[in-house]
């Protein structure tokens, strides 16, 4: 009779999925979650060559274990930087032998363009790999909203679509961002992912808010159902081609930018260039904030907040990471540079304002339209949100001091505009 030792091997989970779909949400989910008890290792890996997704986690790792968070940069981890996910894996195998690193299990966030055939290659192709670690499953973030656009994108002859890759390839998926779609949407988009993999189950949610016990030590990886499916799995020969129409820019700057400026720039790329502009993420120094701007965005949708307060230590600058289809980089740094709040820039929004100080208007208030003046452009106090300028401090008639939030009719006008205007359609 035999007996069939158990694997003590390092299980490891490949998360994958489209620009956007939610890898580092979920990320953030897990290392948040401590009910499951387990001592995680993450490797991360960003298309760029500056990296968002370890500020977008900072706050997690610092509690969790910030020591095991590796970040491998500029490039693809399905391609150019594959070696260097073997060193890092045998340093992990080599800490963990003389004792000095306990690990329940290892999660690696490829880059929203990876293919993640060559990344679950790698753990049967390199010996020392595999001696130490077993590939546990792929699974694949699903971004219901867009995902059938990405399907359908057309790559030039020799690039793979990396969507349909990542599908493909899948042992689970998580269909997320359930709260963008319908049930009609839900029922044509599984079908759709069913007719590319069949065999891997898929889970819905919001917000990437699953259980942890679907994503790790799953137990789902098969290496007989892959390479019957893909019979150059194991072929180290073949190298993946991307779509080389799709790039990434990424801007630098330690001058604080102008949240005003800024807001209006991102919401023109959002509108004008949301199609071809992938995924947009920064980590933004505002002017007029001690707090960090994070910022994110999938095609045109849009999500950002002020986070927490930028440590002492800490070198206040922004990262700005552009992901997307025929991009102009000049064009795209250009703007972004044209956000910093300068001098020049304040004079030409103070330029732009309809009312000079001095000037007698109308505000807007819980008692109507009430009367006063301007006393101050570009106004700013510490009771105001971070990052805000009022484009007006008004004194009204009484004496109390309130601010515009906005140069518009709303919120202030010129006096007795209402008179004037009821006026003109009498003579009219």
């Not at 986070?307 to 002492?312: G, H, N, Q, S, T």
């Amino acid at each position: 009779m035999t007996t069939t030792s158990k694997d003590t091997r390092v299980p490891v989970t490949i998360l994958t999925g489209y620009l956007g779909s939610g890898k580092t949400t979920l990320v953030n989910h897990i290392l948040t979650n401590k009910d499951h008890g387990k001592k995680i290792a993450i490797i991360e890996n960003e298309f760029g060559d500056v990296g968002i997704d370890d500020a977008l986690m900072a706050k997690n790792t610092k509690a969790h274990i910030e020591e095991e968070i590796v970040e491998m940069m500029n490039g693809c981890i399905c391609c150019t930087v594959r070696q260097d996910l073997v060193v890092v894996l045998n340093k992990f195998a080599g800490r963990i032998a003389s004792g000095n690193l306990k690990l329940d299990c290892i999660l690696i966030e490829t880059t929203g363009m990876a293919d993640p055939a060559p990344v679950a290659q790698t753990f049967f192709v390199d010996d020392s790999v595999q001696e130490h670690f077993r590939l546990d499953g792929i699974v694949t973030l699903v971004d219901a909203k867009h995902i059938e656009q990405h399907l359908d994108e057309e790559k030039p002859e020799g690039a793979e679509n990396e969507a349909v890759e990542q599908v493909a390839f899948a042992d689970r998926m998580i269909l997320n961002k359930m709260d963008l779609v319908d049930k009609a949407d839900v029922e044509r988009i599984t079908a759709r992912l069913k007719s590319i993999n069949s065999s891997a189950p898929i889970i819905t949610a919001e917000k990437s808010k699953v259980s942890v016990d679907l994503v790790l030590d799953i137990h789902a990886f098969d290496l007989k159902k892959t390479v019957d499916m893909d019979p150059e799995f194991l072929n180290t020969d073949n190298e993946h081609e991307h779509d080389d129409t799709v790039s990434s820019i990424c801007v630098v700057e330690d001058k604080p930018l102008d949240l005003d400026t800024l807001q209006r720039w991102v919401n023109y790329l959002l509108v004008n260039k949301g199609t071809d502009l992938y995924r947009m993420k920064g980590v933004l120094n505002v002017a007029d904030s001690e707090e960090r701007f994070m910022f994110q965005a999938v095609h045109m949708i849009f999500n950002g907040n002020f986070d927490e307060p930028w440590e002492p230590s800490e070198k206040r600058e922004s990262k700005f990471v552009f992901i997307g289809k025929n991009l102009d980089h000049a064009e795209l740094k250009e703007g972004f540079l044209a956000c910093i709040q300068t001098p020049d820039l304040v004079a030409k929004r103070k330029l732009a304002l309809r009312f000079a100080v001095g000037d007698a208007v109308e505000c807007r208030t819980a008692d109507g339209y009430v009367p006063g003046k301007v006393t101050q452009h570009l106004y700013r106090d510490d009771f105001m949100p971070p990052g805000v300028t009022a484009p007006y401090q008004i004194q009204l008639d009484d004496g109390k001091l309130i601010w515009a939030p906005e140069d518009d009719d709303k919120y202030i006008r010129a006096k007795d505009a209402l008179f004037a205007e009821k006026k003109a359609k009498t003579e009219a």
